[in-house]
């Protein structure tokens, strides 16, 4: 008789994820490095949303005796470079893109998969984040010799920096899918994600620094999940957060995410309910 133990099925299923999730990644980042360049200039693209930020507050900074709010010019320059890796690391499948999967047909063979489809948009574009993290390293070298950053993060700040942009990711991943699924019972799924991107957009610190925003707005966005795909994640790295603010935004995360995928969890099941109604 053999003295190894037979695994319980719950982890034999978590191994095989483990290794699922190991290959798909592993796959992606092969496949993204074959267009390195395309890649390169579509990151490149994506800065110059930040740049404008970041010229228009720095200056504004330097018009108002060197900071606004408390934020000098060197503090903005830190912010929107550290926005530009977390813009890229929040890149997810959104719902136009559930749009075109189930308008062209992909949904149908998808489900054939022997996994949710979820899965498989998380794992490929967590592999792509490591390829994007290597293109973005010379790109945020070339922005700090221009625009001089104030950021001085402790050992800490950095650690939590590096796991709070892949909670970032799972928050947006989660909440992204999920209006995905309104397209399953509208052709108009666009204007509700265009009003979800548009209060992203306020309530996050992707626009400005939440701490230039109204103190109710800042209120507002604690109880939100917006502020921990962007605000947090910055802030955790060039805000000089507290020990307890930088645990207590990871908890945040890892809550979001949940939530998140308990309400996924929930749509997917009605949208594959209507979409087998509809096919059939």
Do not use: C
Request: charged share 10%.
């Amino acid at each position: 008789m053999s003295s190894q133990a037979t695994p319980l099925p719950e982890e034999g299923r978590l191994r095989s994820l483990v290794d699922f999730y190991g290959t798909m990644m592993r796959t992606s980042v092969v496949s993204q490095l074959q267009y390195r360049v395309a890649q390169y200039f579509y990151m490149l693209g994506m800065v110059a949303e930040p740049v404008i930020y970041l010229v228009v507050w720095s200056t504004i900074a330097r018009q108002h005796g060197g900071a606004v709010n408390g934020i000098t010019a060197g503090q903005f320059a830190a912010y929107y470079i550290v926005w530009t890796l977390v813009r890229n690391m929040n890149i997810v499948f959104g719902a136009p893109f559930w749009e075109w999967r189930i308008r062209e047909g992909r949904l149908a063979g998808d489900l054939l998969r022997p996994l949710n489809i979820l899965h498989y948009d998380l794992a490929f574009f967590a592999g792509w984040k490591f390829v994007v993290v290597g293109l973005w390293i010379p790109i945020a070298v070339g922005l700090s010799a221009v625009f001089h950053p104030d950021l001085h993060p402790s050992a800490l700040e950095i650690v939590v920096f590096i796991v709070a942009i892949w909670g970032a990711y799972f928050v947006r991943s989660m909440f992204q899918a999920t209006i995905g699924m309104l397209n399953f019972w509208t052709t108009r799924g666009a204007a509700v994600f265009d009003l979800y991107m548009a209060t992203e957009m306020l309530l996050s610190g992707r626009l400005v620094p939440l701490r230039l925003m109204p103190g109710w707005v800042q209120t507002l966005a604690d109880f939100l999940p917006f502020k921990w795909t962007f605000g947090f994640p910055i802030e955790s790295l060039v805000g000089n957060l507290s020990t307890r603010s930088l645990l207590l935004g990871l908890g945040a995360q890892v809550m979001w995410t949940v939530v998140g995928y308990v309400l996924f969890t929930f749509a997917w099941r009605a949208a594959i309910k209507r979409f087998s109604a509809v096919g059939g």
